[in-house]
């Protein structure tokens, strides 16, 4: 069993639509919780950064860790086909430390 | 802020040669970061530098991968003796102590 688990999808939903994305993992000492959103040929770009449990809000975007349950959640409002990308979440016990990955989910936001 | 960046974009070599990439982080972040990453997958983490200090390798880098970072600014990461299994991308991170990482757009590999 991986120690990050995230459905690969791919996710297709329609423009404007409120997306879900998650994880779960299995090591409770893990920190520290990020979204990176990835391109194809492109290095993934920083999204969200949060430290323990609770709620987060960027613009359209809202990072959730419910570390009782190990399973986080990005929500992206009102997406836009630019939004189309791999989105993968990441975790580390230590903010320096090394990142432990998911597989990414393949999201697709049709016109 | 230029951001991370990699030279070269995309690579293609024979098996069994020898190949370096490089990677200049965003000035003044001390911490360096390589990772490796195949298509469908996250990132793996290989190695990292606090300044020019290599502090950790995961037990993914053999013998045949050396990184380096000297003067703790530009890092490399040279493969020997290529083989099929390398062929990836490979990521270079960099961050401030405390801070999260921030990605390069990577060095794709391909061994023919």
């Known amino acids: 069993q991986k120690e990050v688990e995230q459905d690969p999808g791919p996710l297709s939903v329609p423009e404007g639509a409120i997306v879900s994305l998650n994880c779960t993992y299995s090591n409770s000492a893990f920190q520290y919780f990020m979204w990176y959103r990835q391109y194809s040929r492109k290095g993934p770009e920083l999204l969200m950064y949060?430290?323990s449990s609770g709620n987060k809000e960027d613009g359209r975007f809202t990072a959730q860790v419910d570390k009782s349950s190990k399973y986080i959640s990005l929500f992206i409002r009102d997406s836009q086909p630019s939004d189309s990308a791999t989105y993968l979440c990441?975790?580390?016990?230590?903010?320096?430390?090394?990142?432990?990955w998911g597989a990414g989910t393949k999201l697709i936001i049709k016109p | 802020d230029t951001g991370v960046s990699q030279d070269p974009r995309h690579k293609i070599t024979k098996r069994g040669q020898n190949v370096t990439f490089r990677c200049d982080p965003i000035s003044e972040h001390n911490r360096l970061y390589w990772y490796r990453q195949t298509l469908g997958q996250g990132p793996e983490f290989l190695t990292y530098?606090?300044?020019?200090?290599?502090?950790?390798k995961s037990r993914l880098l053999s013998d045949r991968f050396s990184a380096e970072r000297p003067k703790g600014s530009f890092s490399t990461l040279e493969i020997q003796r290529t083989e099929q299994g390398d062929s990836a991308m490979y990521l270079c991170?960099?961050?401030?102590?405390?801070?999260?990482?921030?990605f390069g757009d990577g060095t794709r590999l391909s061994i023919l």
């Open positions: 990441a975790m580390t016990l230590d903010s320096n430390y090394q990142l432990i």
């Open positions: 949060t430290y």
């Open positions: 991170a960099s961050g401030r102590t405390g801070q999260p990482q921030h």
């Open positions: 530098f606090q300044n020019e200090a290599q502090l950790e």
